[in-house]
């Protein structure tokens, strides 16, 4: 953290623990706080493409010739974001070759600028990510795959000639190897 924001957040533990509190001095360190924040993360650069399952449909069934590696998870799910440096190396070290890797976060929308835009900025992620804001699930999931619960982590690996579906967790070379059986 840079001295500005320490100092700021310094500013609000002294003034919120004293007795005699200034509630407009509070209120205006705590804003002060999110934008010097946001400004550290580089959060508010970030353009986090918004779908409903119909826009978002899109990326399900395209027929060119690439791999398309489709990543469901959200900041809360700790085994989620344990795998997506797995993603991420796989995105780096196929981008070159046909594959694509997109993250589909299923965050609450109320949290996109406030967890989701920061975890993006705080791993430095390079894959495209994309939030899906569709309240009806019930619908939508079993479109991505007759057989998914709805639990998260989830995967789709495609292409035009075969798609595979995953509901668990991958390793780095656990998907490395499911992606080069669609090379």
């Not at 070159?96 to 589909?104: A, D, H």
Request: proline fraction near 3%; include cysteine; glycine fraction near 2%.
């Amino acid at each position: 953290m840079t001295m500005k924001l320490n100092v700021l957040i310094i500013g609000i533990i002294l003034m919120t623990s004293g007795c005699q509190k200034n509630k407009k001095t509070v209120e205006v360190l705590q804003e002060m706080t999110t934008e010097v924040v946001k400004k550290e993360m580089n959060v508010s650069n970030i353009e986090l493409e918004i779908y409903d399952y119909e826009g978002f449909s899109t990326y399900l069934d395209k027929t060119d010739d690439k791999v398309y590696v489709i990543n469901f998870w959200a900041t809360w799910c700790a085994p989620c974001v344990k795998e997506l440096p797995y993603f991420e190396k796989l995105n780096e070290n196929y981008k070159n070759q046909n594959v694509e890797v997109i993250l589909v976060s299923l965050d609450f929308p109320h949290v996109y600028d406030k967890n989701l835009k920061p975890f993006i900025a705080k791993k430095a992620l390079k894959s495209k990510v994309i939030a899906l804001n569709d309240t009806n699930e019930n619908e939508w999931i079993s479109k991505i795959d007759k057989s998914w619960s709805g639990a998260i982590p989830a995967t789709i690996i495609y292409n035009k000639n075969q798609r595979k579906f995953f509901e668990r967790s991958f390793t780095y070379e656990e998907l490395e190897k499911e992606v080069k059986q669609f090379k």
